[in-house]
């Protein structure tokens, strides 16, 4: 199995970054793909960015598009989600997940964290 935790979140202004990590243990050799998703209340969870491992390609939603930048770090074994100018939008829980690579969508992904809130304040 696969274990996932998140963490980085907090409280900023509106403008201000947050830095967010999932660091993932047990056998992660099945998973090529990992993303974080969120979701807000009243929302349903949407995808925000994703990384796959087999050709070093990403994906981001197109609301966090030049904010946002997923990354690996292989030596720590997390990934990485740098988060720039948040929008009040922004609030969300952010989830980090790790799948086949087949799809984004949360059926897609078989292991999830527990969760880091984000809140972004105007």
């Known amino acids: 199995q696969v274990q996932l935790l998140e963490s980085g979140g907090g409280s900023v202004q509106a403008g201000g970054s947050l830095r967010l990590s999932c660091a993932a243990s047990?056998?992660?050799?099945?998973?090529?793909?990992m993303a974080w998703f969120r979701q807000a209340p009243g929302k349903e969870r949407e995808v925000v960015a994703a990384?796959?491992?087999?050709?070093?390609?990403?994906y981001y939603a197109d609301s966090v598009k030049g904010r946002f930048t997923i990354s690996q770090d292989i030596t720590k074994n997390t990934v990485e989600l740098q988060m720039n100018s948040l929008k009040p939008e922004d609030t969300a829980m952010y989830y980090c997940?790790?799948?086949?690579?087949?799809?984004?969508?949360?059926?897609?992904?078989?292991?999830w964290g527990q969760g880091t809130q984000v809140t972004v304040s105007s």
């Open positions: 997940a790790a799948g086949s690579g087949l799809g984004l969508s949360q059926k897609d992904f078989g292991y």
């Open positions: 047990g056998d992660t050799s099945s998973s090529n793909c």
């Open positions: 990384i796959y491992f087999g050709g070093y390609s990403t």
